[in-house]
């Protein structure tokens, strides 16, 4: 009777490693997703303040047209998006290279700087980027533990034999960061 006690341990072991193995795969791969919609949420918010900002913009430089247009295309590109990080990476950083370029032409234009309706626009794209920042954190973390256990052995060997795919991390620096006014003596 004891024999068959510890023959059914040994045979159980490695379908009870398995079962926690892949539940756990399965478990960080779906932190993943909803870390990614949390980014979608944010992404989708900055869209939805880029025409205000263009159109304010437009209203005091009027011959930059080229680079309100640019950003104007690039927003489109990027909402039309679906899908996981790596698909939005290069389009996003693009958009994020045309976000400051507007913010640099706002600096020519000290009307457009006094602007009540622009300096609020600014404060909630810089709102917006720190909870995009966060949240790219948050799902690069996740991807960080996903990889990890996909690529460290022995766990390594469950996510192969159940074709567990890799996850890209999300690298795109912010559009606007919050300046922090340097403190003269």
Request: a negative charge; charged letters at 25%; glycine letters at 4%.
């Amino acid at each position: 009777m004891e024999a068959l006690v510890v023959i059914g341990i040994i045979l159980l072991a490695p379908v009870l490693y398995v079962v926690v193995q892949y539940n756990g795969l399965v478990s960080l791969r779906n932190h993943i997703r909803d870390a990614w919609a949390n980014i979608d949420t944010e992404l989708k918010r900055r869209y939805d303040l880029i025409p205000n900002l263009v159109a304010t913009v437009k209203g005091y430089a009027t011959h930059e047209r080229d680079v309100l247009e640019q950003v104007v295309e690039l927003r489109n590109r990027c909402v039309a998006h679906a899908g996981s990080g790596s698909a939005h990476q290069a389009d996003e950083q693009q958009l994020v290279e045309g976000l400051k370029r507007i913010l640099v032409l706002a600096e020519n234009y000290p009307q457009l700087k006094a602007d009540q309706h622009f300096l609020k626009l600014q404060q909630e794209l810089v709102n917006t980027e720190d909870r995009i920042q966060a949240a790219r954190r948050f799902y690069n973390g996740n991807v960080r533990d996903y990889r990890n256990k996909c690529e460290t052995f022995p766990s390594n060997l469950v996510a192969n034999l159940f074709n567990f795919q890799p996850a890209d991390y999300f690298d795109v620096e912010p559009a606007v960061r919050d300046h922090v006014p340097s403190a003269r003596f």
